[in-house]
């Protein structure tokens, strides 16, 4: 992939493809933005009818962990790019498909250590050196409990592959049993078959921020950009639940953070949007966590806060556009909503005449086709005169917004 000035329309020949793997809600936008830009979009998941297929102009659902079904596929429509939005993903297939000479965005590497969080821990901590929490490796029980008396109380047990929080388990104090236990939730809850784990310090977070960090080809040139920081909290919950912007933490905290992202997307490489999570502890240490080689969740938050959002500037470097750093020009604030119903078809978002009165709120509705207990459906934006006020509009809007099963 190079530099790109002409875009011809969709549906012809010659016209420039992409290619999801992974159509959820993150998916969804992206694909959005790569169609203003006048690219044709394929969206690839393991259930039909996810949201990115709402839009796009194809649609396969696979196994995306069977490496001869994602290569068939993607040999099939030959896209211009190829973007994965999720973790469940055969890494040997993009490795295979980028050796053949197919654009992963940002590129098979990134997304192999980015989605293990050993591997991941090990450059992040080792090759760039970063501060990070506490953390030992282990692969059976006996190991799990040697790793958090190693690391210590309390503890977080994390499978290797997942995300959203799923399979995180909280140790308090040295139990063997609570450890065995623990280590068997978690590994249930992995992506694949993998029975590692990482076990990990509890800290505790006076808050967290998204450290939206991208590269994009400019000429003959990569050029790395970092947006501001994204601020976000969960309420004791391991998955996201509000964020905003621009932040309004201390400048030299803020400094840290950004040259955390900053030096994660350089380490990695590639073209795209790296998402990194950072810790701001109690204590005052700042830590890498985590990071993304994609959108990320919090980062909605950027439809109603940046000149582009996050889903326009990945859709832009997967086309080999310029992409300038966006200025914060509201600020803003999401809050995802999440169904405690369970498993129900065509669900339905209610209360949205109530919601929506309130000025500078809207409401994005996933589509998806099926609820289960704490599955993401909607997120509620809003934009106000100060980061105070979108944060009251999301609360407010939010408790008026429910969930339901088809009646």
């Not at 936008?29 to 949201?51: F, H, K, M, N």
């Not at 106000?384 to 009251?392: K, N």
Request: net charge neutral; with cysteine.
């Amino acid at each position: 992939m190079r530099a790109r000035d002409c875009v011809r329309s969709p549906m012809f020949e010659g016209s420039v493809k992409v290619l999801l793997l992974g159509s959820g809600e993150l998916g969804k936008e992206v694909a959005i933005e790569a169609q203003r830009l006048g690219a044709e979009v394929v969206a690839v998941d393991r259930y039909d009818w996810a949201p990115a297929m709402h839009v796009a102009h194809r649609r396969y659902v696979v196994d995306m962990m069977n490496p001869r079904a994602v290569k068939s596929i993607v040999r099939r429509e030959n896209p211009d790019a190829v973007i994965p939005e999720i973790e469940a993903i055969s890494r040997d297939a993009l490795e295979d498909l980028e050796t053949e000479g197919y654009f992963v965005v940002p590129n098979a590497r990134a997304v192999r250590i980015a989605m293990n969080r050993l591997e991941l821990r090990r450059f992040a901590a080792v090759e760039l050196g970063l501060p990070t929490t506490r953390f030992a490796f282990a692969e059976n029980p006996e190991e799990v409990f040697a790793a958090c008396e190693k690391v210590g109380y309390p503890c977080l047990i994390k499978p290797e592959m997942s995300s959203s929080g799923h399979g995180h388990v909280k140790l308090e104090s040295s139990s063997k049993n609570a450890a065995v236990e623990a280590y068997s939730y978690a590994v249930a809850h992995s992506r694949g078959r993998s029975r590692r784990v990482i076990v990990e310090e509890f800290v505790d977070l006076a808050l967290e921020f998204t450290v939206l960090a991208y590269r994009y080809f400019d000429s003959e040139r990569i050029v790395t950009e970092v947006c501001e920081p994204i601020e976000q909290w969960r309420y004791g919950e391991y998955h996201y639940i509000e964020s905003w912007q621009p932040p309004r933490s201390d400048p030299g905290v803020l400094t840290r953070a950004v040259e955390i992202g900053r030096r994660v997307a350089e380490g990695l490489g590639g073209v795209g949007i790296y998402a990194s999570e950072v810790f701001l502890t109690k204590d005052g240490r700042v830590l890498f966590s985590e990071v993304a080689p994609r959108s990320h969740d919090t980062g909605l938050v950027t439809l109603v806060t940046q000149e582009l959002s996050e889903f326009a500037i990945h859709a832009r470097t997967a086309l080999g556009l310029p992409v300038p750093r966006p200025r914060v020009v509201s600020p803003g604030a999401s809050l995802a909503i999440y169904t405690k119903i369970g498993d129900a078809w065509s669900p339905e978002v209610c209360g949205l005449r109530e919601a929506l009165r309130i000025p500078g709120v809207d409401v994005r509705i996933f589509g998806k086709p099926s609820t289960y207990p704490g599955r993401r459906m909607a997120v509620v934006l809003a934009r106000g005169t100060s980061v105070e006020e979108a944060l009251d509009k999301v609360r407010r809007a939010s408790k008026l917004i429910e969930v339901r099963a088809p009646r």
